[in-house]
């Protein structure tokens, strides 16, 4: 016989995972102190310790928007791919920051200049936007578009990134505490 | 050599040889060129100038040394030399350098003139750093994390690993057909876990190892893959470039994929 879920129970199960995002998100927010923030230039201004909060922000968001139910179970997605770089397709309305940690987690090959809105002194929208450059076409493009011409390499140039970011977390006190709040919740049912 | 050696060294000849090798290319007639400076009494050195690119000894490319995956002895047929009539010499007159791709003639009466070989024309690395040095298509194989856990009951152990593969093509159809090809070529597959005990099949100076025998480590199983994810790589901070009026020089970050697997072994004692 084929077990039913009851459709009420499960919604329950959804607002209680949601109330436990933070959790999730202090975990990654953890990997990310750890394994990017040692990495990073002091003297750069668009050093990814100046993201903290916005990727925290997104990683929410994300999370929150991903919880689904899937057949008998409950499938929680982390790492908006197209935001992210994971993607054959970027999405264009993304931030400088996630734009920046997206890159960094996926890793870089060479050396490369991070140019930013505030270097570019363009309007916001696809030019405006942050971007990184090989360090050569950097040299050569900045004397006819007024850039810094010394402007350092980045930091985060040849990385080879943090391909396991989302993966593998350690969730066991999160479920526990779900199973919790969640056999508490039936008896009010 | 320890295990972890083994095991990466099992995994690129597996890739090297029983996935990429529809990606074996053949140079043909390819001129030889004597260095003075490498050459000593009783050793004559003859370097190929390939006009391929990438170049084929390359870094993490080079000439094929054996005939077959599985085979233990030099190959017979991925490497043919002529002489200056055209004549082909015998392969016991010389000595092939598979890394740096030279002919190596103990005597100064065989004097080689041309070479016909088949290379790698994936390059296999093992770090990000050399992915530059190595021109694309690259694959960088990436062995990250293990622990060694024991079975519930009895003795024994499973030793699993993450590793990645990285790969860097030079447009979309080859990023699709080398991430495709690595996919299928290690996804629920299973490899030799050799024991590698008279050392590689290359010595340290590029030639063959004769004494280089198959053995697989006792009471260990074979590597076994899964969790095998294959995802295109975009980095965004690339897309936001302005090519409309830029003149582009070329970004070997454009095409890239990843392939996340997990590989493991069982060990009896």
């Not at chain 1, 949601?18 to 990495?39: A, C, N, Q, T």
């Not at chain 1, 668009?46 to 993201?51: G, I, N, Q, T, V």
């Not at chain 2, 290319?25 to 490498?38: A, G, K």
Request: hydrophobic fraction near 35%; charged fraction near 25%.
């Amino acid at each position: 016989m084929v077990k039913q879920y009851d459709p009420k129970l499960m919604k329950l199960l959804v607002d209680i995972i949601k109330s436990e995002v933070d959790s999730i998100v202090d975990k990654l927010m953890e990997r990310f102190e750890k394994e990017i923030i040692p990495y990073e230039d002091e003297d750069d201004p668009a050093k990814p310790s100046l993201c903290k909060e916005e990727f925290r922000q997104f990683l929410k968001e994300d999370i929150e928007n991903n919880i689904k139910i899937k057949g008998f179970g409950i499938e929680i997605g982390v790492g908006n791919e197209e935001k992210l770089g994971f993607s054959d397709d970027l999405d264009e309305e993304t931030t400088d920051c996630v734009k920046i940690i997206g890159t960094i987690i996926q890793g870089i090959s060479g050396e490369y200049v991070l140019v930013t809105s505030s270097m570019t002194g363009e309007p916001e929208g696809r030019f405006g936007r942050a971007f990184i450059m090989p360090a050569e076409q950097y040299r050569f493009e900045a004397i006819s578009k007024g850039w810094d011409p010394e402007k350092p390499i980045w930091k985060f140039s040849n990385f080879a990134g943090v391909p396991d970011f989302f993966s593998g977390l350690n969730l066991e006190d999160l479920a526990s505490n779900i199973a919790k709040k969640f056999g508490e919740a039936l008896k009010n049912v | 050599m320890k295990k972890l050696r083994k095991e990466d060294l099992s995994l690129h000849h597996f890739i090297r040889f029983n996935i990429l090798d529809e990606y074996i290319e053949t140079d043909s007639n390819v001129s030889l060129q004597y260095n003075s400076t490498l050459s000593t009494v009783g050793s004559y050195v003859y370097e190929s100038v390939s006009s391929k690119l990438p170049l084929p000894t390359s870094f993490g490319r080079g000439w094929v040394y054996i005939d077959e995956y599985g085979d233990v002895t030099e190959q017979q047929s991925a490497i043919t030399v002529y002489s200056g009539s055209g004549a082909v010499i015998s392969g016991s007159d010389y000595m092939v350098d598979y890394i740096d791709g030279r002919i190596i003639t103990a005597s100064d009466s065989i004097v080689p003139a041309a070479v016909t070989y088949k290379y790698f024309y994936v390059s296999l690395v093992n770090e990000w750093e050399d992915i530059e040095a190595a021109d694309v298509p690259v694959v960088v194989v990436n062995i990250e994390s293990f622990k060694k856990e024991g079975f519930q009951l009895g003795g024994g152990r499973v030793v699993p690993r993450r590793c990645h593969l990285h790969i860097f093509a030079t447009n979309r159809s080859e990023r699709d057909d080398l991430s495709e090809l690595l996919y299928d070529g290690i996804n629920q597959k299973c490899c030799p876990n050799q024991n590698w005990t008279k050392g590689s099949i290359l010595d340290w100076n590029g030639t063959f190892n004769d004494a280089y025998i198959y053995e697989t480590i006792e009471y260990h199983s074979s590597l076994r893959f899964e969790n095998v994810v294959s995802r295109n790589i975009n980095p965004p901070l690339l897309g936001g470039i302005p090519r409309k009026n830029m003149i582009m020089l070329s970004d070997l970050n454009r095409y890239r994929a990843r392939i996340d697997f997990d590989m493991f072994h069982w060990e009896e004692q």
